[in-house]
């Protein structure tokens, strides 16, 4: 190999290494999903988490605003207590409501925060009370399948047996 072949090694290694480093800066960068580091840690009690682990988004209209900073058990109320980190920014009254809901029928889960009509906005180490859980999809469709089966009663049928004579040949 001559010394135009070890240069072009060394320059695509090189490139690869910049491009690792910029990737490794993007993520530790990404802190609180845009809430920067002045964000407010709040907490909700939700009956079902399934779908929302740390990192997860936190979303107003749709926009993150926040990430789930910690999952854990409520020792108390047996409910899984969800940390999450928000941009101050956002604003949000303190009477704002969170439900966990998912992108779409195969996507991923996000919590999705409903703004309430409160002067007082969310300050750091709030409740937000109001919660709705995860909604189980494969138990939903398992119940919609086990409820649609089932007989008829007899007398729904039409055999149209008044519509033809006894003696037919």
């Known amino acids: 190999m001559n010394v135009r072949g070890y240069m072009l090694e060394a320059l695509v290694g090189l490139v690869v290494v910049i491009g690792a480093i910029l990737l490794t800066l993007a993520f530790l960068g990404r802190t609180a999903g845009g809430a920067g580091g002045d964000a407010i840690e709040v907490t909700a009690l939700f009956p079902n988490a399934s779908g929302v682990d740390v ?4 979303r107003v209209a749709g926009l993150s605003i926040g990430e789930v900073t910690a999952v854990s058990l409520d020792p108390e109320g047996y409910q899984a207590e969800v940390r999450m980190a928000i941009d101050p920014a956002a604003n949000l009254p303190n009477d704002s409501s969170a439900a966990i ?4 029928l195969l996507g991923g889960s996000h919590i999705a925060l409903l703004p309430g009509g409160s002067a007082d906005p969310l300050a750091a180490g709030d409740m937000i009370l109001d919660t ?8 939903l469709i398992g119940s919609m399948i086990n409820d649609s089966g ?10 149209m047996s008044e519509d033809f004579p006894d003696d037919m040949p």
């Open 55 to 58: 990192g997860t988004d936190v």
């Open 101 to 104: 809901t998912s992108e779409s």
């Open 132 to 139: 709705q859980g995860a909604v189980d999809m494969t138990g």
């Open 150 to 159: 089932g007989e008829a009663p007899a007398d729904d049928f039409d055999t």
